[in-house]
Structure formats: structure tokens, C-alpha cells
């Protein structure tokens, strides 16, 4: 475990060879997004027991790379920043000076009725479910840099340019809701992205995406079967896929060693959507899953009771606290797969049993747990 930065310290020490590197590579869906645009950043100049509590985690667990999910997008970053300033505060702060955020499909218009209400202007005619373009979106905390031109977005890659996609039909079996709808959909709820992070071991890929939840749809699917196409993105990407991203280049992923990150909204073993996806990238010979655990979960569980008593999966593996009465109950949802080419040290999800320390603060921030993973860089 590398909590408290003396042991931080300390595990420099006895790293090894000066050619090694070891790095704490981490998701966690924050639930930083807010009701309207520029209310996050007010909240984060304000204070806010909430983000108060993101904080707390974060610091406790000490990422040297940190994908967040649901980190509201205003453009000009100043919410990433501000939040940046925050975790940097207090004795236990950490620094993260270099960063990343790109525009996300949330919220933003295509005038076009996409999800078949019969209106245009609503949140789910969004190319990404969002009630203002930015809502829900993502962003990377770096302590190496990130190499901005290096790196590749997919924000407009069109759903139907994906190999082997699967759109959503009407029970007569028509594109559901149009032809004309489903040829300006994007397959990127937020967006795909391949980042760039420069380490003193060389280069890393982060694969980061955050796909939509496979429910609040109807018969035809549309939300379960985009989750699986988003989840797709990356097995066709892993198997050489050269798609063209938002700058019109047209490549395949590099050789450089990856670490696959993000909140998929996607359990291999329970709840809804179609498993078949999630299944086929924890199984890829690319990746590696060190199924990263916790006490919390377990505990957490057998408290609630309810649909958890019925799953399948491991409650050590879960990532997510969801309600029990309406919900699916707590699910692995949250993932951080590095390269199968990577040593993985350690892995963990932080969610600390009743009793422990800073399980209150991880409860308060969100209903996802941080998740993270130790990986030697040769």
C-alpha cells in the first residue's frame, strides 16, 4: 500500500533499478458534474463538503495518473484547475501540474430527435445524454506530462463507422428513431480517448472512456447497445483498428505500453446491458485484469442485502454502491486494465470497511469507489 507520502518516499528508494518506474494509475467517478454550466467551478471556490470528500480520497490514495469521470467540461479548464489547486492543499496535498480535458459529446446539441421522444432539444437529443454541453464529462491529473499533440480524441466518431456495430432497431425492425438520426449519431457518449503521458520510463498510453449506462431506454435498446459499441471501441482498437480521430488522423494505437481506464458502466457478472462486451476486454490477450478489491465491498454487500444477495460476480470486485430498492445493488463497474506487457504490483479499489479509516469520506463523495493499480514501466 502507498498511502502517506513518506512511504511514497520510501518506495523510491527501494525501487530498484534506475530504469524502472513504478506508477498508480487510477479511475474514479467523482460525481462532479453539477446542474448547470460554471456551477461546479462556483461550488470549488466556495467549498463544498462534497468535493471536500473527492478530495480526501484522492490524497489518501496518491495517483500519480488519475482519469476522473464526471468532471463537468467549461472549456477553458478553470474548474480542472481550480480542483487541481484543492487536492494540492494541506499537508497531505498532492501535485498534479499536468492536465487534460477535451469537449464531450454531453449536452451537446444535434438537433436531431435521437432518442425518439419526438422533439429535438431535450437531453437525450444530445449527442451524449446532458442537460449543457460539458455535463458529465471527464479529465486526466498528471504528476509526468501529458503530450497533448500525441494524443487522440474520438468525441465525433460516427456509431455506424465502428466495425460491427450494432444501432438500434424498432420492433418492425426500422433504425430506431430514424435513418436520418442514426447517421449523425456518435458512438462516444463523452469521448474516446487515447492519452499521451510522458514518464520518466518512457512513454504511457491511457485508453480512457466513460460509456454510457445500458438502461433508461426502451425496447429497442438503444442505451444497452451503445454500451456495448462503446466497450467495442476498444476491442477493435486493441486488435488494430485505425479509425480517424478528431484531429483527421487515421492510425492505429501505438506500441507503447496502455493502461485501459474508466467507469464503464458495464459488470461481467450482474446487472443490466449486454455482458458479452466487458467480458471479451477483461479476456483480451492485450490486457490484463489484476481485479483490484475490497474489504468495503464485501461488507457493504452483505449490510445492503437485496439484489446483491442474487449476484453472481465477487462483491470484493465491486466499484459502485447502488441503491437496493429500484437499483441492480453494487456492481464492478470501474476498471483499470493495463497492458498484459506491464508488471502490475498491486491493485486495489479504495473502500474502506466500517471502522476504517476515511470510510465515512469515501461514502460522502460518491457512489463509485476509486480504483487503482500499481504498474512497473521497464
Do not use: C
Amino acid at each position: 500500500m502507498r498511502w502517506a507520502p513518506a512511504l511514497v518516499a520510501a518506495a523510491v528508494l527501494v525501487a530498484g533499478p534506475a530504469w524502472a518506474e513504478t506508477l498508480r494509475i487510477a479511475t474514479y467517478n467523482a460525481a462532479l458534474s453539477r446542474s448547470g454550466p460554471g456551477v461546479l467551478l462556483k461550488e470549488l471556490r466556495k467549498g463544498d463538503a462534497q468535493i471536500d470528500a473527492v478530495a480526501t480520497v484522492i490524497r489518501r490514495v496518491r495517483p500519480d495518473v488519475l482519469l476522473v469521470n464526471e468532471f463537468d467540461y467549461d472549456g477553458g479548464a478553470a474548474a480542472l484547475r481550480a480542483f487541481r489547486d484543492l487536492l494540492a492543499t494541506g499537508p497531505d496535498g498532492i501535485d498534479y501540474p499536468h492536465l487534460f480535458a477535451a469537449p464531450s459529446n454531453t449536452g451537446l446539441p444535434s438537433g436531431l430527435d435521437l432518442d425518439g421522444d419526438g422533439a429535438a432539444t431535450g437531453p437525450g437529443d444530445a449527442f451524449g445524454y446532458g442537460n449543457y454541453p460539458g455535463q458529465y464529462a471527464m479529465a486526466v491529473l498528471s504528476r509526468h506530462p501529458i503530450d497533448a499533440d500525441g494524443t487522440r480524441t474520438f468525441q465525433a466518431l460516427r456509431w455506424a463507422d465502428l466495425p460491427g456495430a450494432t444501432l438500434p432497431r424498432t420492433e418492425g425492425g426500422e433504425p430506431f428513431p430514424s435513418a436520418e438520426a442514426q447517421a449523425a449519431m456518435r458512438l462516444s457518449s463523452k469521448s474516446h480517448w487515447d492519452v499521451a503521458v510522458e514518464t520518466p520510463a518512457g512513454p504511457l498510453r491511457l485508453f480512457a472512456s466513460h460509456p454510457t449506462p445500458p438502461v433508461f431506454d426502451g425496447p429497442e435498446d438503444l442505451n444497452g447497445l451503445r454500451n456495448r459499441d462503446e466497450i467495442g471501441f476498444w476491442l477493435a482498437y486493441l486488435d488494430g483498428w485505425a479509425p480517424t480521430d478528431d484531429q483527421g488522423r487515421q492510425a492505429s494505437r501505438t506500441d507503447a505500453p496502455f493502461v485501459l481506464l474508466g467507469d464503464l458502466n458495464a459488470d461481467p457478472f450482474d446487472g443490466d446491458g449486454r455482458r458479452a462486451a466487458v467480458r471479451a476486454l477483461l479476456d483480451h490477450p492485450a490486457v490484463q485484469d489484476s481485479a483490484p478489491r475490497s474489504a468495503g465491498g464485501v461488507a457493504a454487500a452483505a449490510d445492503q442485502a437485496g439484489p446483491n444477495r442474487r449476484h453472481a460476480g465477487p462483491a470484493a470486485l465491486d466499484t459502485a454502491d447502488w441503491r437496493e430498492d429500484r437499483g441492480p445493488g453494487n456492481l464492478r463497474v470501474d476498471y483499470v486494465l493495463p497492458a498484459a506487457s506491464l508488471a502490475v504490483e498491486d491493485a486495489g479499489v479504495f473502500w474502506p470497511a466500517p471502522g476504517e479509516a476515511d470510510h465515512d469520506a469515501a461514502a460522502a463523495a460518491s457512489d463509485h469507489r476509486l480504483v487503482w493499480v500499481d504498474v512497473v514501466l521497464p
